[in-house]
């Protein structure tokens, strides 16, 4: 399917990662292959200290350059318009100027993005396609592992010695900004660590956000 992606869309099209353990797995697919595929993150300012050393292993390992796409205020600019730690108040806004609007403005031009969604990540992800219209982008989306599973995954890192982020490890099954993800206990949801304690379950990327209520 990423071999099929990178050749219908030869030249427009860029392979999303944010450096979570499935992200990895499709980068060294494709550069094992030597597809002919971009790649870019969103660089909230505010990721993990150990996603950004993986960021950097990533791109030498595999020898890719991984595009950094930024937000149009940064931290300090975004505090002044709309107060300090939105993500704490209004965290779907937060997403959608630091992720959203940045994602909109980089996926101009191409005519399709591949994700490393997966079926099994939670429900709001049950129903994705390996190749579906994105009616919010305007392009197509490849999701070349959405029928993988959790144990089809680690069975390719661990054949493939593929490196991937150490919070894996320390119980973080999904891995988002520092403020806004904390460690999943045994039981809990893959999803239950992003945005704990709020109704917010995605940023919006892939599936729509939840409304907050204004006070």
């Not at 870019?40 to 300012?45: A, G, K, P, R, V």
């Not at 919010?136 to 029928?147: C, D, Q, S």
């Not at 919070?167 to 099954?173: C, F, K, M, S, V």
Request: net charge positive.
């Amino acid at each position: 399917m990423l071999a099929w992606a990178a050749q219908q869309y030869a030249g427009r099209i860029t392979l999303a990662t944010s450096f979570g353990v499935e992200d990895c797995v499709l980068i060294s697919m494709a550069a094992e292959r030597k597809l002919q595929l971009e790649y870019f993150t969103l660089d909230t300012q505010v990721l993990f200290p150990e996603t950004y050393d993986l960021w950097k292993r990533i791109e030498q390992r595999y020898g890719v350059k991984v595009r950094q796409v930024l937000p149009q205020q940064t931290l300090a600019e975004q505090a002044a318009t709309h107060g300090d730690a939105l993500w704490a108040r209004e965290p779907s806004r937060c997403c959608n100027l630091r992720k959203v609007e940045p994602l909109t403005r980089h996926l101009k031009g191409y005519r399709a993005w591949v994700t490393a969604i997966r079926r099994e990540q939670s429900k709001d992800r049950a129903h994705a396609k390996e190749v579906e219209h994105d009616a919010r982008f305007g392009l197509v989306k490849v999701n070349p592992l959405v029928a993988w599973s959790d144990k089809d995954v680690w069975r390719y890192v661990n054949d493939f010695d593929v490196p991937y982020n150490p919070l894996h490890d320390r119980g973080y099954p999904s891995i988002g900004c520092l403020h806004c993800t904390s460690a999943v206990k045994a039981g809990e949801d893959p999803r239950s660590g992003r945005w704990r304690g709020t109704e917010k379950t995605e940023c919006g990327l892939h599936v729509d956000q939840p409304a907050e209520s204004k006070p």
